[in-house]
């Protein structure tokens, strides 16, 4: 109890804002009369708040504690990841968001049954759930370090509190509470991050004409490094190839993010609100990593002591004053807390949507298909607490995300693509091309040195690849009376 008699005025402001999300997100519970209205807001939401809410889901709590180390060890070479970024919008907006909108679609997947069949929908979403599920529990235990800090409880006690605050109000109010609460979080954590960014300034003597010289000198603002290398993961073309193919598959076959997508009323509003979330993004990263670089100025470049992802939290905690603590502290929860109530909702939606829904032959009312959600989503909030407790073991926090996510978000973009781009494959060729790309991505993680940067666009390629060559083998022709793809 000691810690709370120190720093009342800093837990106050966080259990003010724990309580208070809460409250605003299970403020939607009424209008959630249907799947349509549980998983997608009605349709409702504007396209500036979708874009907040993308933001939202990118930039979780591994980035706001992961970053800053990054450029505390290096320099700016990670935001040639988030170029690749912008191109992976692009490309989603020319190619996926048109198919998206030609029919009433809930999820990402059903998209895949319309092309070669219900196998090959239940496959992919089944590879969203375990691939979401595993790099939520991630963060998950991320957010638990910065619990721990805090209130130096154990890990489990911080990983239950935080789910179950999100589990109650993403529960309650569905997608509509998600992409709400995500743009109030995502002003907190910009607050927060502004609030350390100043505040570090006047910490360092000669302030920020002091940092630049010094970080300058020390080769630590380089942003581009145009080598080439297949085991170095920030390199200009690791980048740009790796980061397109990376969000491409993020943002175009997740479902936590196609989820909000979707949730937009019309295809050119969903479009706005991707490109510009871009920029945000953009944004957020140069913020976190000049952190990054100001702390090295200010330790005077010692190494870091003790787990990396604890150096920003550690200062924010131990160094900000009274309240503004307190606020940067509330801010990192956000992020996290909006996080894992898309993921929360996004997993519900596939497994109702996906699988529940096609056993029973939809013939059950609304009503249970949303009390059915409802639980579905106390489901994974458990399966992600047990993940978290195994996630110390995983190293970096940020990159062990990043990595999980990559080894089989490549083989989920290989099949759409062969979906989107290819009218020949069919339903064998298709998964055959999913086998083949499981198998490869196995070896690539196990038996080689080559970073995540690179691994989407190997899972991707030999997947289409395969797929596309196995329609002729197999002599597997899309003959089903479905939607061509283009």
Not at 155 to 169: D, E, H, K, P, R
Not at 410 to 439: D, K
């Amino acid at each position: 109890m000691r810690l709370f008699d120190q720093r009342p005025f800093d837990l106050a402001v966080i259990l003010v804002y724990l309580a208070g999300v809460t409250w605003f997100g299970a403020r939607f519970r009424q209008s959630r009369n249907s799947l349509k209205d549980y998983f997608l807001g009605g349709r409702s939401a504007p396209w500036w708040a979708i874009a907040l809410s993308i933001v939202s889901a990118e930039t979780s709590t591994l980035t706001i504690i992961g970053t800053p180390p990054l450029a505390y060890k290096g320099s700016f070479v990670f935001l040639q990841v988030v170029f690749g970024y912008l191109l992976a919008r692009i490309v989603i907006s020319a190619l996926f968001l048109p198919r998206y909108f030609e029919g009433q679609l809930l999820t990402a997947y059903a998209l895949m049954e319309r092309r070669f069949g219900p196998r090959v929908r239940k496959v992919t979403a089944g590879i969203f759930l375990i691939t979401r599920a595993l790099a939520e529990g991630v963060r998950v235990f991320a957010i638990s370090i910065v619990i721990s800090i805090i209130l130096h409880t154990g890990g489990m006690a911080s990983i239950f509190l935080i789910i179950c605050l999100t589990l109650f109000y993403t529960f309650e109010g569905g997608m509509t509470a998600v992409i709400w609460t995500d743009v109030i979080q995502m002003i907190m954590y910009v607050l927060g991050a502004a609030a350390s960014f100043f505040i570090l300034a006047g910490k360092i003597p000669g302030g920020l004409p002091h940092v630049w010289q010094t970080a300058s000198a020390a080769g630590k603002l380089q942003v581009f490094d145009f080598h080439w290398s297949w085991t170095y993961p920030y390199t200009f073309w690791a980048g740009l190839i790796g980061g397109c193919f990376l969000t491409t598959a993020s943002h175009g076959t997740d479902q936590l993010v196609v989820q909000r997508l979707l949730s937009a009323k019309n295809e050119r509003q969903s479009r706005l609100a991707l490109l510009s979330s871009w920029a945000v993004i953009f944004v957020q990263f140069t913020l976190f990593l000049t952190i990054g670089v100001m702390l090295w100025v200010l330790r005077d470049g010692k190494p870091i002591v003790g787990p990396e992802d604890q150096l920003y939290p550690a200062f924010i905690w131990d160094s900000l004053p009274v309240g503004v603590a307190g606020l940067a502290m509330a801010a990192i929860l956000a992020a996290a807390m909006a996080n894992l109530s898309a993921a929360l909702n996004s997993l519900a939606s596939a497994t109702v949507v996906d699988f529940y829904q096609p056993l029973t032959g939809g013939r059950y009312s609304p009503e249970h298909y949303l009390r059915i959600s409802r639980f579905s989503t106390i489901f994974w909030g458990a399966v992600l607490a047990a993940i978290a407790a195994v996630a110390s073991q995983w190293g970096s926090v940020l990159e062990s995300g990043l990595s999980i996510a990559s080894v089989t978000l490549g083989i989920l973009l290989g099949v759409f693509l062969l979906g989107i781009l290819t009218h020949r494959p069919g339903e064998r060729a298709a998964i055959t091309g999913v086998v083949a790309g499981a198998a490869v991505m196995l070896f690539v993680k196990l038996e080689t040195k080559i970073p995540f940067t690179w691994w989407v666009l190997i899972g991707s390629s030999v997947t289409f690849g395969t797929g596309y060559m196995a329609s002729f083998v197999l002599n597997d022709r899309n003959s089903r009376n479905r939607k061509a793809a283009v």
